[in-house]
Nanobody, 121 residues
Framework: QVQLVESGGGLVQPGGSLRLSCGAS????????MGWYRQAPGQQRELVAT???????NVADSVKGRFAISRDNAKNTVYLQMNNLKPEDTAVYYC???????????????WGQGTQVTVSS
């Protein structure tokens, strides 16, 4: 059973920083793309950042220059470094991974449970 578990969310003041982590566990043959989405109350889920297995990244314009995505393939973990946080960054952040488990033996998209990030003074 593949699981993605996020950590690192919390309450931070405007201008502060947080680092989110998301680790994939279980019987895994391989992982392709990983990334982060977020969903604020009353809004649709939106893409924040993605990273391929070879390290190519894509970051949403709304967070470009403030957020950075990285991954450790040996640990099956993806990170989101968030700097200069703003109140509009408040949302539940979800990680995902395109994963090939040992069972079932096909690629699928797996999601974490979400971690709350609140930016407020």
């Amino acid at each position: 059973q593949v699981q993605l578990v996020e950590s690192g969310g919390g309450l931070v003041q405007p201008g502060g920083s947080l680092r989110l982590s998301c680790g994939a566990s279980g019987s895994i043959f391989g992982i392709k793309g990983m990334g982060w989405y977020r969903q604020a109350p009353g809004q649709q889920r939106e893409l924040v950042a993605t990273i391929t297995s070879d390290g190519s990244t894509n970051v949403a314009d709304s967070v470009k220059g403030r957020f950075a995505i990285s991954r450790d393939n040996a640990k099956n973990t993806v990170y989101l470094q968030m700097n200069n946080l703003k109140p509009e960054d408040t949302a539940v952040y979800y990680c995902y991974g395109e994963i090939f488990p040992t069972y079932p033996r096909y690629w699928g998209q797996y999601w974490g449970q979400g971690t709350q990030v609140t930016v407020s003074s």
